[in-house]
């Protein structure tokens, strides 16, 4: 269970990081605006974006947060990356670009499998 645990926390962090802490610091920058006008989205879209991802990663960090709403944050951030990589492909073509969003789609399943994993322990031992 330690190691689950360890596991869980680090993808976590991870999506913490990449998905709340560097889009909250790095929103209003003009490289991330001509990102997403690049990719041919209004630019209050890339706005409602920076919201909506540290809100989830808000709910997926705090432990008090209900599982249900955690399930919520899980599928939202599952639907930017595959929509994020969708996007390069359809820009840029294949790229690094459009391969980065499936990687960290690979580290948000880990964090939820994990998730998962203590949930179904602490249901056990209750």
């Known amino acids: 269970?330690?190691?689950t645990k360890i596991i869980f926390w680090?993808?976590?962090?991870?999506i913490f990081l990449f998905e709340g802490v560097m889009p909250a610091l790095t929103s209003q920058t003009e490289l991330a605006k001509e990102g997403?006008?690049?990719?041919?989205y209004p630019e209050y879209f890339g706005n409602a974006l920076v919201v909506f991802k540290i809100l989830g990663v808000l709910a997926l960090i705090i432990p008090q947060v209900p599982g249900r709403i955690k399930e919520w944050a899980y599928a939202g951030f599952a639907f930017d990356f595959i929509f994020a990589s969708i996007s390069h492909f359809a820009v840029d073509g294949i790229n690094f670009q459009s391969f980065f969003p499936l990687i960290v789609l690979a580290v948000l399943v880990v964090s939820y499998v994990t998730?998962?994993?203590?949930?179904?322990?602490?249901?056990?031992?209750?």
């Open 1 to 3: 269970m330690k190691t």
């Open 10 to 14: 680090t993808t976590t962090i991870l």
């Open 36 to 40: 997403i006008k690049h990719l041919g």
């Open 115 to 126: 998730y998962h994993k203590i949930q179904r322990y602490k249901n056990i031992t209750l």
